[in-house]
T-cell receptor
C-alpha cells in the first residue's frame, strides 16, 4: 500500500522563490528519501535522511524529518526553471528494508 | 556510461501478446528492482532480486515473471498482456550493504492496445 503522502499535489512558483513540499507517512522507517522525476524520465535520487537525523542539506535542498509526527519536508531555495519536475518522497520501512514506499508526488512548475 | 539502462524505451503491443523488458546496471550493485508507475504517477514496487535471488515479490499477477541471470541484469517477462498492464516500468538498483538510495533506469513505456 502507498506509504508516503505528499502535499501539495502541485506547486507553481516563479524563479527565485522557494518551494516547500511535505511528506507524511504511516509506519516506522529506517530512512526517508526524496527523488526528482523530470517529464518522461527516470527518478533521480536527491537526498536521504536517516531516522536518527533531523535535518540535512545538499546544495539548494534542505530536508527535515520529524519521526514523532511521521513527516518530512523538502525545501528548494532560489528555484530555477530547471527545477520543474515531480518530487517524490519514499520511505524505507523498518520491517521491510529496501522495499521503498513512494508517495504520489508533488508536481512543481517554476516559471521564468 | 549509463548506470542503469533499460530496453526497449517504448513498447506498443496488442492484448494477449507476450513481451520482455531488459535491464542492466554497471554500478556493481547486488540488488535490483522492478517498479510500475501508473498514469497518476504512483510508483509501486513489483519485484526485487539480491544476488540473483528473489527477495521481494509483491502482489503481482503471475503473468509477470522476473529473471536475473546475473547480478547486473534483471529482466521482466509479461505473458498474455492486458490493457491494465499499460504503464511505465522502471528498473532500479542499489547496494544492499549501504542501505541507501536506489538508482533508476529511464523507464519503459508499455502501451497495450
Amino acid at each position: 500500500s502507498q506509504q508516503g503522502e505528499e502535499d501539495p499535489q502541485a506547486l507553481s512558483i516563479q524563479e527565485g522563490e522557494n518551494a516547500t513540499m511535505n511528506c507524511s507517512y504511516k509506519t516506522s522507517i529506517n530512512n526517508l528519501q526524496w527523488y526528482r522525476q523530470n517529464s518522461g524520465r527516470g527518478l533521480v535520487h536527491l537526498i536521504l535522511i536517516r531516522s536518527n537525523e533531523r535535518e540535512k542539506h545538499s546544495g539548494r535542498l534542505r530536508v527535515t524529518l520529524d519521526t514523532s509526527k511521521k513527516s518530512s519536508s523538502l525545501l528548494i531555495t532560489a528555484s530555477r526553471a530547471a527545477d520543474t519536475a515531480s518530487y517524490f518522497c519514499a520511505t524505507d520501512p523498518t520491517d521491510s528494508w529496501g522495499k521503498l514506499q513512494f508517495g504520489a508526488g508533488t508536481q512543481v512548475v517554476v516559471t521564468p | 556510461d549509463t548506470a542503469v539502462s533499460q530496453t526497449p524505451k517504448y513498447l506498443v503491443t496488442q492484448m494477449g501478446n507476450d513481451k520482455s523488458i531488459k535491464c542492466e546496471q554497471n554500478l556493481g550493485h547486488d540488488t535490483m528492482y522492478w517498479y510500475k508507475q501508473d498514469s497518476k504517477k504512483f510508483l509501486k514496487i513489483m519485484f526485487s532480486y539480491n544476488n540473483k535471488e528473489l527477495i521481494i515479490n509483491e502482489t503481482v499477477p503471475n503473468r509477470f515473471s522476473p529473471k536475473s541471470p546475473d547480478k547486473a541484469h534483471l529482466n521482466l517477462h509479461i505473458n498474455s498482456l492486458e490493457l491494465g498492464d499499460s504503464a511505465v516500468y522502471f528498473c532500479a538498483s542499489t547496494d544492499w550493504g549501504v542501505k541507501g538510495e536506489q538508482y533508476f533506469g529511464p523507464g519503459t513505456r508499455l502501451t497495450v492496445t
